[in-house]
């Protein structure tokens, strides 16, 4: 192939790559516009099946959709008068929290030096900021109540979404080349898809229950704030139940001491346990088990493009996307990538022979 030849075949490749860039800028750009409308069809997805059930049960469907609205103005108005209060005193409260804890950590190097380890204290501060999984825990809370500034237009765009579901079907059968054949295949991505988020949703809320119910028996601060932080990140599988454990494990510790600090950290292994290893796969069926490098992958990306609301809804995403790939023969195997080792194990795939 001559010089020409080779050029004409890496162009598609920086054509693709280019656009990409170009794509994720604008996303960065539009963060504000698109952290609303991801949230929004993050809550429409959840909300399209109870409305179809009201629906089957013979309910028009202006007046269950008039009830699905009800109720996620009530779940709202509930997370916002729970929330912000605890949230305003806990910013309040972060930076003598912060200073506390520096003060234990000078404490410790102080008592390993008397028995001979020398660890410099600005070296630690440097590398390690005391705090900082406090002021992250504190950034996506202010992110939420960023995000649910713009109540109405997630509402408006929550009610078009659930609108046009209905109708979708239709459409797609007058523009499609193979109506029935692909139909079927985008109902059993929809039926997967809406079953994982349900589900996902209503494990999610036990966690952050049970997370509310141990934190107030130990008598540690705030135990609704990080109930909800427990509940938010446990759409995120492995990193998540560690990034709720982190902040309210150092709480802990700066105002009951280490007892309560390991009482803690013991009462988040168990929740996680019981409900993410026990009781999510009875329910699932099955586990859709992603790669944990494609799980830190997509934290960091959507994170760095939509913010700490992006590290929250990327998993769920990353999820859904994984459900459409399985739901196509051609892209199952792009399905397998996104995967981890152990779903390869347990449906036992093995490599073709040459």
Not at 154 to 164: G, P, Q, Y
Not at 238 to 251: D, E, K, Q
């Given at each position: 192939m001559d010089d020409s030849g080779k050029r004409a075949a890496k162009a598609p490749a920086l054509?693709?790559?280019?656009?990409?860039?170009?794509?994720?800028?604008?996303?960065?750009?539009?963060?504000?516009?698109?952290?609303?409308?991801?949230?929004?069809?993050?809550?429409?997805?959840?909300?399209?099946?109870?409305?179809f059930w009201l629906q089957r049960k013979g309910v028009p469907k202006l007046p269950a959709l008039a009830i699905i609205l009800v109720a996620i103005l009530i779940a709202g108005l509930l997370f916002a008068a729970l929330i912000?209060?605890?949230?305003?005193?806990?910013?309040?409260?972060?930076?003598?929290?912060?200073?506390?804890?520096?003060?234990?950590?000078?404490e410790?190097?102080?008592?390993?030096?008397?028995?001979?380890?020398?660890?410099?204290?600005?070296?630690?501060?440097?590398?390690?900021?005391?705090?900082?999984?406090?002021?992250?825990?504190?950034?996506?809370?202010?992110?939420?109540s960023s995000a649910l500034a713009h109540a109405f237009l997630?509402?408006?765009?929550?009610?078009?979404?659930?609108?046009?579901m209905a109708d979708l079907p239709r459409k797609l059968r007058l523009v499609l080349k193979n109506p029935e054949r692909s139909l079927s295949t985008i109902e059993k991505f929809s039926q997967h898809a809406k079953r994982y988020?349900?589900?996902?949703?209503?494990?999610?809320?036990?966690?952050?229950?049970?997370?509310?119910?141990?934190?107030?028996?130990?008598?540690?601060?705030?135990?609704?704030?990080?109930?909800?932080?427990?509940?938010?990140?446990?759409?995120?599988?492995?990193?998540?139940?560690?990034?709720?454990?982190?902040?309210?494990?150092?709480?802990?510790?700066?105002?009951l001491g280490a007892g309560s600090a390991l009482l803690t950290v013991l009462g988040f292994i168990v929740v996680h346990v019981v409900v993410g290893?026990?009781?999510?796969?009875?329910?699932?069926?099955?586990?859709?088990?992603?790669?944990?490098?494609?799980?830190?992958?997509?934290?960091?990306?959507?994170?760095?493009?939509?913010?700490p609301i992006g590290m929250i809804l990327s998993v769920p995403m990353t999820s859904l996307v994984k459900i459409a790939l399985e739901s196509y023969e051609e892209t199952r195997g792009l399905a397998f990538m996104l995967g981890s080792g152990s779903e390869i194990e347990r449906m036992g795939l093995k490599p073709r022979k040459k």
């Open positions: 054509l693709i790559l280019a656009s990409f860039i170009i794509v994720v800028a604008g996303m960065k750009a539009a963060s504000d516009i698109l952290v609303p409308f991801f949230l929004a069809v993050f809550i429409a997805v959840i909300c399209a099946p109870p409305l912000v209060p605890s949230l305003n005193d806990f910013l309040i409260s972060l930076p003598g929290y912060q200073e506390r804890l520096s003060a234990q950590i000078a410790l190097l102080s008592w390993l030096s008397e028995r001979g380890v020398n660890i410099p204290a600005v070296e630690v501060s440097g590398a390690l900021h005391p705090g900082w999984v406090m002021i992250l825990a504190g950034g996506i809370f202010e992110a939420l997630i509402l408006l765009t929550v009610v078009f979404i659930l609108l046009e988020m349900v589900i996902k949703t209503m494990l999610s809320a036990a966690t952050g229950v049970l997370i509310w119910l141990l934190l107030l028996i130990l008598g540690v601060d705030y135990p609704v704030l990080w109930g909800t932080l427990s509940f938010l990140l446990n759409y995120v599988p492995n990193i998540g139940a560690i990034l709720a454990a982190l902040p309210v494990a150092l709480l802990a510790l700066v105002q290893n026990i009781i999510e796969p009875k329910l699932m069926g099955r586990v859709l088990s992603l790669s944990t490098l494609v799980v830190f992958l997509s934290l960091v990306f959507w994170g760095w493009v939509l913010g």
